[in-house]
C-alpha cells in the first residue's frame, strides 16, 4: 500500500465529512417549513482499471416532483373554496337562520299576511299603515341585500388585486431563483436550498393562482398557467389588473376589468385575457365571487323585486316603484346584432326598488286601487282580496276562454239562430189532470164548471195564442177529435189536440217552436220560443174557473232571450242576455258594460275571451240561465264550447335564464308559481351553495393534509433514517481516520529503515 492508498483514504475522510455536514443540516432544519431531505451523492474513483478512492458531486434533494406538483394543485383548490365560502357565509348571515325568519321571504310573506289582515278590516286606519310599513320592510330588505351584493363584489376585486400583486412579486422571485440554479447547476455547484426557496416561493403563488409546470433540462422550472400560457422561466410575465369600481350593471369585460398576462390590453395588443379561463387560486375565486356568484344573486334579488312589483300592478295597485315612480317593463332579452343580447330593464332593480310615494302619502290607495277610474264601494274588501289571491297566488285572473267560432257577421244571421239558442216561454198548469175526461165523464162531474146555467151548449172554449197568433180549443172538439179509447185520458187527448190539430196545423209550428206535454205531476206543461197568451173571456168560453179546473191561468207568458248570469269577484250578478237579432257585437258590448270586465273575440277565429279588467287581475264566475238549445247544450256550452269554460292565467313566469347585465346569467331555481316561493327557493338556493362549498373544502382539505403529509414523508427529513445514515458515516469516517493513522505508521518505519 502506497501513497495511492493514502490518498484513497483522504478522499475517504473528505466524502465522510461532507456527509457529516449534509446530515447535520438535515438533522438541524427537520421543523423548517419548505426543507427538503438533502444527500450527498458520491462516486467510485477509477485509475488504469484500479479504485483510487471516491470523490463527491453537489448536493442534491431528495423530491417526488410529481407529489410536490398535487400539493400545489391541491393549495389552489383549497384557498379557492375557502375564499369562496367567506364570502357566502356573509350572504348567509343576513339571510339569518330559518328559525328568525329575517330573510326576504320572511319579509313577504309578513307582507302577504298583514294584506290578509287588512282585507278583513279594511276601513282600519291602523292596519292601512301597518301595510305599508310593511312595504316598507320589504323593500329595505331588498335594497340592503343589493347593497351588500354591490359591496361584496367591489370587496372581492380588491382583493384580487391585491393577490395579484403579491402573484407578481411571487413571479419575479421565481424568476430571479431559476437564473440562480440554472448558473450553479451549469457550474457544478449544488442547486438544492434555491430549489427549496422556489418551492416555497411557487406554493405561496398557487395560492394566489392555480399553476402547472415542468422542468427544462437546464434546471429552469417554467410556471404556466393550469391552460399552459407562461407565467414564469428566467424572466417573469407579469399579470396586469387596473379595477374600478363596479355596480350592479358592471360586467366583463364591457365595465368591469379583466386580468391580462402580457400588460395592459390598452397598450399590448398581444395581451391575454385570463378572466374567464378559471383562474384558480384565490384569483380565480375573487374574479368568480364577482362576475358568476354574486351577480346571479343580484339577479336573482332583481326577479324578485321586479315580479313582487308588476304582480301588484297587475291586480290595480302601483305599490313598488323605481327612484322615478315607475315599474320598469318586462321586457325579453332581445338580439342587439351584431352585438349580444340587450338585457333586461331591470336588471339592478332591487338596489332602487321604493314604496310609491302616492302610497306612503295616502294609504287608503291600498285599498282603492292606484288606477284611474276604479271605483270600491266603502268598507268593501274586494280589492285587497284580489291583491291577497292573485297578486301573492298563482294565477294572475281568471278566464273564460272559448273554443267555439262565434264570427256571424258575415252571413244574414243572428247567435240565436248560429248556436240553436232561442227564446222560451213556458206555461205550467198547477192540476194534475190525468185523471179527467174531456168528454161526457167531465161535463157531467158535480164541481164541472163547464155547464152553462141555461144549459147546453157547454161553455167549454179557451183561446191559446203563440206568437200573436190566436186559436180557439173546444173541449168538446178535443173529446171528438181523440175519443177514450184509444186516448188514454183526456189530459193525453188535449195534449195531443194541442200538438197536432193546434200547433202543427193550425198554426204551422214545429215542435222546436211550440210543443204540449204532461210532466210527471200530471201538470199541463207549454213550451214556445214564443209569448203564450191564454185566455177563457171569449164567446162559448168556460171562463176563469174553468182555467183553474185545468191548472191554467189567463195571462200573457213573455219569451225569455237565452242568457247567462256574470260574476267578477265578489260583485253582484250582472244578467247576460242574447236577444233576438243579437250578433257578437251586440254581445260584446253586454260584457263590456259590466263593471271590471274586458271581452274580446279573436278577430281570425272568432273564439270568445272575457276576463277581469282592465288593467288587472281578479277572478270571474259565469252562472247558467235554465235555457238550453235545440242539441240540449246550455248557452255558456254554445257560446264557449265548455259547460265550465273558466280557467286559471298564471302569471308571467319568473325569468330564469338571459338575466344580469349580459344577459347571461340562470337564476338557478326551479320553476316557482307564486312570488313567496320563489323567494323562498332563493334563499334555500343561496344555503345550498354554502353548504355545497363547505362540504367541498372540507374534502379537498382533507386531501391537501393527506397529500401534504405524504410529501413530507418521502421528501422531508426523517430523523431515524438521518441517525442510521450517520451511524454508517461515523463508520466510514473511523475507518478511513484509522486506515491514515496505519499507514502514517508504516511511512514512518520506513523512514526509519533508512
Request: no cysteine.
Amino acid at each position: 500500500m502506497g501513497i495511492s492508498g493514502l490518498d484513497a483514504a483522504l478522499s475517504g475522510l473528505r466524502a465522510a465529512q461532507k456527509q457529516l455536514d449534509v446530515i447535520s443540516s438535515n438533522v438541524s432544519n427537520v421543523s423548517t417549513e419548505g426543507y427538503t431531505r438533502k444527500l450527498q451523492p458520491q462516486e467510485t474513483v477509477v485509475l488504469q482499471g484500479q479504485s483510487a478512492g471516491v470523490r463527491t458531486s453537489a448536493v442534491i434533494r431528495q423530491v417526488d416532483m410529481f407529489v410536490q406538483r398535487d400539493v400545489w394543485t391541491q393549495v389552489s383548490a383549497t384557498e379557492f373554496l375557502d375564499v369562496q365560502a367567506g364570502y357566502m357565509n356573509q350572504i348567509q348571515e343576513f339571510h339569518g337562520a330559518s328559525d328568525k325568519e329575517l330573510s326576504v321571504a320572511a319579509e313577504i310573506a309578513r307582507l302577504r299576511d298583514s294584506f290578509v289582515q287588512l282585507a278583513n278590516q279594511p276601513d282600519n286606519t291602523l292596519q292601512l299603515a301597518e301595510t305599508v310599513q310593511g312595504a316598507q320592510a320589504v323593500v329595505k330588505k331588498m335594497n340592503d341585500l343589493s347593497a351588500l351584493l354591490n359591496q361584496m363584489r367591489n370587496d372581492a376585486q380588491d382583493q384580487a388585486r391585491i393577490s395579484v400583486d403579491k402573484a407578481n412579486q411571487l413571479l419575479t422571485k421565481i424568476a430571479d431563483l431559476n437564473k440562480q440554479i440554472k448558473g450553479n447547476l451549469a457550474l457544478g455547484r449544488s442547486a438544492a436550498a434555491l430549489q427549496d426557496s422556489r418551492d416555497a416561493a411557487i406554493k405561496e403563488l398557487s395560492a394566489e393562482i392555480e399553476i402547472s409546470s415542468f422542468t427544462r433540462g437546464d434546471g429552469v422550472l417554467v410556471v404556466q398557467t393550469k391552460q399552459g400560457q407562461q407565467l414564469a422561466d428566467e424572466n417573469p410575465a407579469l399579470l396586469f389588473f387596473k379595477p374600478t369600481p363596479v355596480n350592479a350593471q358592471s360586467f366583463h369585460p364591457d365595465s368591469a376589468a379583466g386580468l391580462y398576462i402580457g400588460g395592459d390590453p390598452a397598450k399590448v395588443p398581444t395581451a391575454f385575457d385570463l378572466t374567464k379561463t378559471g383562474v384558480g387560486g384565490k384569483i380565480g375565486a375573487y374574479l368568480e365571487m364577482r362576475d358568476t356568484v354574486l351577480p346571479q344573486y343580484q339577479a336573482q334579488i332583481d326577479e324578485t323585486a321586479h315580479k313582487l312589483a308588476t304582480r301588484m300592478e297587475a291586480q290595480g295597485v302601483r305599490l313598488f316603484t323605481d327612484a322615478t315612480g315607475s315599474v320598469p317593463l318586462d321586457t325579453a332579452p332581445t338580439p342587439n346584432p351584431p352585438g349580444p343580447l340587450t338585457p333586461v330593464p331591470y336588471v339592478g332593480f332591487a338596489g332602487t326598488i321604493r314604496v310609491n310615494t302616492d302610497i306612503v302619502n295616502d294609504p287608503s290607495l291600498l285599498r282603492n286601487s292606484t288606477l284611474n277610474g276604479v271605483t270600491v264601494q266603502d268598507g268593501s274588501s274586494e280589492f285587497l282580496r284580489r291583491v291577497v289571491e292573485f297578486g301573492f297566488g298563482q294565477y294572475e285572473y281568471l278566464q273564460a276562454q272559448g273554443n267555439v267560432d262565434l264570427d256571424v257577421s258575415s252571413i244574414p244571421d243572428t247567435l240565436q239562430n248560429a248556436l240553436g239558442l232561442n227564446p222560451r216561454s213556458q206555461v205550467v198548469g198547477t192540476v194534475n189532470i190525468r185523471g179527467l175526461s174531456m168528454g161526457v165523464d167531465l161535463n157531467a162531474a158535480t164541481d164541472n164548471p163547464f155547464l152553462p146555467i141555461a144549459g147546453p151548449p157547454l161553455l167549454d172554449d179557451f183561446s191559446i195564442s203563440i206568437n200573436g197568433t190566436p186559436f180557439t180549443v173546444d173541449l168538446t172538439a178535443v173529446a171528438a177529435a181523440y175519443p177514450t179509447p184509444p186516448a188514454t185520458s183526456g189530459a193525453d187527448a188535449l195534449v195531443s189536440y194541442l200538438n197536432t190539430d193546434v200547433f202543427a196545423t193550425a198554426m204551422g209550428l214545429t215542435p222546436a217552436e211550440a210543443t204540449a206535454s204532461l210532466n210527471q205531476f200530471g201538470q199541463l206543461i207549454i213550451n214556445s220560443q214564443y209569448d203564450v197568451a191564454i185566455d177563457a173571456n171569449i164567446p162559448g168560453g168556460m171562463g176563469t174557473t174553468g182555467l183553474t179546473y185545468l191548472g191554467m191561468t189567463a195571462a200573457t207568458t213573455t219569451a225569455t232571450s237565452p242568457y247567462f248570469d256574470v260574476q267578477v269577484g265578489k260583485d253582484d250578478l250582472v244578467r247576460i242576455s242574447i236577444d233576438p237579432g243579437d250578433t257578437e257585437a251586440q254581445l260584446l258590448a253586454k260584457l263590456n258594460a259590466v263593471p271590471g270586465l274586458v271581452a274580446t273575440m279573436d278577430p281570425a277565429t272568432g273564439r270568445l275571451n272575457i276576463r277581469p279588467g282592465p288593467g288587472f287581475g281578479g277572478d270571474i264566475r259565469l252562472i247558467d240561465g235554465p235555457i238550453a238549445s235545440a242539441g240540449g247544450n246550455s248557452a255558456i256550452r254554445e257560446l264557449f264550447g265548455s259547460a265550465n269554460p273558466i280557467a286559471g292565467v298564471e302569471h308571467p313566469p319568473m325569468r330564469s335564464v338571459n338575466l344580469g347585465p349580459n344577459a347571461n346569467i340562470r337564476s338557478n331555481i326551479a320553476s316557482a308559481s307564486t312570488i313567496i316561493d320563489f323567494s323562498q327557493k332563493m334563499v334555500s338556493a343561496q344555503t345550498e351553495d354554502v353548504i355545497a362549498i363547505e362540504s367541498r373544502l372540507a374534502d379537498e382539505q382533507s386531501y391537501r393534509t393527506l397529500i401534504e403529509r405524504q410529501f413530507k414523508d418521502e421528501s422531508g427529513v426523517n430523523l431515524d433514517e438521518e441517525l442510521a445514515q450517520l451511524i454508517v458515516i461515523q463508520t466510514a469516517y473511523s475507518a478511513a481516520a484509522k486506515t491514515i493513522t496505519t499507514l502514517d505508521e508504516m511511512f514512518r518505519r520506513l523512514l526509519d529503515a533508512f
